[in-house]
């Protein structure tokens, strides 16, 4: 796949095709990869595709000028449907290099099944089903399957659902959806006070670095409400009813946008469950209006479109 | 005073003495993240896991919120109700070298023309216990800024682990004077003292990560204007906080009223350079693109802080490489100058 993606992306770029490749590279810190985003051939050789791509890349179209190729998973490829969807990406514009995904690894997960430190980890190979963890002097093999990102284990598209090129063979999806859902499930069986209690503390951690807005592809206000101060409609500091209020409000705006590609929860430097917010939203929508983000690049957006069957139970 | 030494499984006896005149501030897990929490009165298996926080000690000192003080319109003008921090006297034990670095250089800012009573007050009521590393991190380049993680001169007593036992070295005289009155200690032999020292050898050579800053500030000044440079190392940039948040010398704040009809309270936050909206309230932000914001946070580091206080505003912890969504990495940009 990497061959064929360096392949590719040599050819957009000398036959003019397109003005930049948005890809991943090798990161600077272990076991991570980090965007590649270049218009020079000789910095192709340096693109990657590995279990740790985790970066969703869509969210650059709408802020680097001119046409691109960009590398897209299945979930980060409705994330781009639903940008082209809200006219926010031009078609036109880019050229998709599709990658079918098998996964991405969850690097907590993976620290805690070795129960090492991951800077003891010299080497990851993944052989099969398997990952063959090197460290100093030992070995470990553990499952791909048991450390890959929870959302992974619900994906039902891992084979972009929209390309240009796609760089491999299709990937069947793995939907083990109970398990992508075990966390909000558990969560909705316990009571209203524990809840409440357990937002609290999520949100006492909150530090209002906007990571998880800035990453977002489905966050694209030219200015988000928290940063209106005439009329302010929350603190600029953060209060934790403040940092939830921030959170509930942006879990709406991107209802019917977001395609659970997790890169709120992941960026989240204080570990906050991002994640399960979003993802009850998914569900959401998904019952209320069977729309699903990011598979039809030709329907109207959920929320910009009605249909004489859609639930109103909610006006009394 | 020579090196005094405690069983590692001692180490509850140390803590509770100390805790009898101090609130001790220590790592422990904390909602899913390693935090500086208040000893609970047992647990010392910190000495196990822990490397450091995301959150750096900085927040001890320059909380993330913080209210200054309340403020009521009444029949003669404005009642002001102060809201200093308290007296309590603190040990933040177990502060990496870097940390402590880091505290030291912000020192010099807090304590500059305006001498920022919040700030200093908390200091002064301080105590810094420090745990030198003997496994740094991946992401870890304190050497190349000349910290060494085995050693530290910033801390009030420095402890260093030996297999089975904690060395305990006083630093500053505060550091000296408190551990002459602890009961639980004894003194460490030569043996324990040289293996210290191997230890704090070893670690500086696990120092992978590096940093190249001979002739730094004379590059950085000619390379202002390269715009190509600097849009190119801010292109996958995602323009968030944390990179100036998760950062021990990072130092920026805003400051807001909250007014409720005839009262209100004056609360100063973290900000970050990063924003947009950075300076916007009381003029306007001149740097609207991010590769100058991004510039910006570089050059303020590495070339005006030496400027102003004759030290770079970096110590390599690499907070800021390993908590990036990106992975935008100070060394590469620094290196790339
Ligand atoms: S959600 Fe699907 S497409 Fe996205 S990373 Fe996981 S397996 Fe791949
Ligand atoms: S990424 Fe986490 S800490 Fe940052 S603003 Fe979002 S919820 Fe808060
Ligand atoms: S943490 Fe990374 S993405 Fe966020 S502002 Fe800093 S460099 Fe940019
Ligand atoms: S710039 Fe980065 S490495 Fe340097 S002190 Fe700040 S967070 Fe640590
Ligand atoms: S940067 Fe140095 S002092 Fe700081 S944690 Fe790493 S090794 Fe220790």
């Known amino acids: 796949m990497e061959n064929k993606l360096k392949e590719e992306a040599r050819k957009l770029l000398k036959e003019g095709k397109v003005d930049y490749i948005v890809g991943y590279g090798k990161g600077t810190v272990k076991f991570r990869t980090s965007p590649l985003i270049t218009n020079k051939e000789?910095?192709?050789?340096?693109?990657?595709?590995?279990?740790?791509?985790?970066?969703?890349?869509?969210?650059?179209?709408?802020?680097?000028?001119?046409?691109?190729?960009?590398v897209v998973k299945g979930c980060d490829s409705r994330s781009l449907v639903s940008l082209i969807q809200d006219n926010k990406v031009k078609r036109d514009d880019i050229v998709i290099l599709g990658v079918p995904c098998e996964g991405v690894v969850d690097i907590k997960k993976l620290v805690e099944q070795i129960g090492a430190d991951i800077d003891q980890v010299k080497e990851i190979d993944k052989e099969g089903d398997n990952?063959?963890?090197?460290?100093?002097?030992?070995?470990?093999?553990?499952?791909?399957?048991?450390?890959?990102?929870?959302?992974?284990?619900?994906c039902e598209y891992p084979t972009p659902l929209e390309y240009d090129i796609l760089l491999g063979s299709e990937v069947s999806p793995r939907v083990e959806l109970e398990k992508s859902l075990k966390k909000i499930k558990e969560f909705e069986d316990i009571n209203a006070p524990e809840r409440w209690r357990?937002?609290?503390?999520?949100?006492?951690?909150?530090?209002?670095?906007?990571?998880?807005?800035?990453?977002?592809?489905?966050?694209?206000?030219?200015?988000?409400?928290?940063?209106?101060?005439?009329?302010?409609?929350?603190?600029?500091?953060?209060?934790?009813?403040?940092?939830?209020?921030?959170?509930?409000?942006?879990?709406?705006?991107?209802?019917?946008?977001c395609s659970d590609c997790g890169e709120c929860e992941r960026s989240c430097p204080v570990g906050i469950t991002l994640r399960s917010l979003q993802r009850k939203m998914v569900e959401e929508v998904k019952g209320l209006f069977n729309y699903e983000t990011g598979v039809d690049k030709d329907a109207p957006p959920v929320f910009t479109h009605y249909e004489a069957t859609d639930p109103e139970e909610f006006i009394k | 005073m020579g090196y005094k030494k405690i069983k590692k499984d001692q180490l509850n006896t140390f803590l509770s003495e100390l805790s009898k005149d101090y609130t001790v501030v220590l790592p422990s897990r904390s909602g899913g993240q390693v935090v500086f929490a208040p000893w609970d009165g047992k647990n010392t298996d910190f000495l196990d896991w822990y490397k450091n926080?995301?959150?750096?000690?900085?927040?001890?000192?320059?909380?993330?919120?913080?209210?200054?003080?309340?403020f009521r319109k009444?029949?003669?003008?404005?009642?002001?109700?102060?809201?200093?921090?308290?007296?309590?006297?603190?040990?933040?034990?177990?502060?990496?070298?870097?940390?402590?670095?880091?505290?030291?250089?912000?020192?010099?800012?807090?304590?500059?023309?305006?001498?920022?009573?919040?700030?200093?007050?908390?200091?002064?009521?301080?105590?810094?216990?420090?745990?030198?590393?003997?496994?740094?991190?991946d992401t870890c380049f304190c050497a190349s800024l000349d910290i060494s993680p085995g050693q530290s001169e910033d801390v009030d007593i420095l402890c260093t682990d030996v297999s089975d036992n904690l060395l305990i070295e006083a630093i500053s005289e505060k550091g000296s004077n408190l551990l002459s009155e602890m009961?639980?200690?004894?003194?460490?032999?030569?043996?324990?003292?040289?293996?210290?020292?191997e230890m704090r050898k070893s670690a500086k050579e696990k120092i992978a990560r590096q940093i190249n800053l001979s002739g730094l500030q004379e590059k950085m000044r000619s390379n202002f204007e390269n715009r190509e440079y600097w849009e190119k190392a801010s292109k996958k940039c995602m323009a968030c906080g944390i990179c100036t948040y998760v950062c021990p010398t990072c130092h920026c704040f805003d400051i807001n009223d909250e007014n409720r009809k005839k009262e209100g309270k004056r609360v100063r936050s973290w900000d970050s350079c990063k924003f947009p909206l950075f300076t916007r309230m009381p003029m306007e932000n001149p740097r609207h693109e991010k590769w100058r914001r991004m510039r910006q946070r570089?050059?303020?580091?590495?070339?005006?802080?030496?400027?102003?206080?004759?030290?770079?505003?970096?110590?390599?912890c690499g907070r800021c490489i390993r908590e990036c969504p990106v992975n935008v990495d100070v060394t590469e940009i620094i290196g790339g100058i």
């Open chain 1, 198 to 257: 357990y937002w609290k503390e999520q949100f006492s951690k909150c530090i209002r670095c906007y990571a998880c807005r800035n990453v977002c592809p489905a966050c694209f206000c030219e200015r988000c409400f928290v940063d209106v101060n005439i009329p302010q409609w929350i603190t600029t500091y953060g209060s934790w009813q403040d940092n939830l209020v921030f959170q509930l409000i942006r879990t709406l705006h991107v209802a019917g946008r």
């Open chain 2, 74 to 137: 009444g029949e003669e003008g404005y009642e002001i109700e102060e809201l200093m921090p308290d007296k309590r006297q603190q040990i933040i034990f177990g502060i990496r070298p870097c940390d402590a670095r880091a505290l030291k250089i912000i020192d010099m800012l807090f304590a500059d023309t305006y001498k920022d009573p919040y700030y200093l007050r908390r200091r002064e009521n301080s105590l810094l216990v420090g745990l030198s590393c003997n496994e740094p991190c």
């Open chain 1, 131 to 154: 990952l063959i963890v090197k460290m100093d002097g030992s070995k470990k093999t553990v499952l791909f399957g048991d450390v890959i990102f929870d959302k992974c284990f619900g």
């Open chain 1, 42 to 70: 000789e910095d192709i050789e340096g693109l990657v595709i590995n279990p740790f791509i985790a970066n969703n890349l869509s969210r650059y179209p709408a802020e680097i000028k001119g046409k691109l190729g960009i």
């Open chain 2, 298 to 316: 570089y050059h303020h580091k590495f070339e005006y802080y030496p400027m102003n206080f004759g030290t770079i505003a970096c110590t390599g």
């Open chain 2, 183 to 197: 009961s639980g200690l004894s003194d460490a032999g030569s043996e324990e003292e040289s293996k210290a020292k």
């Open chain 2, 53 to 70: 926080t995301i959150i750096p000690p900085k927040a001890l000192f320059f909380p993330p919120v913080e209210e200054m003080f309340r």
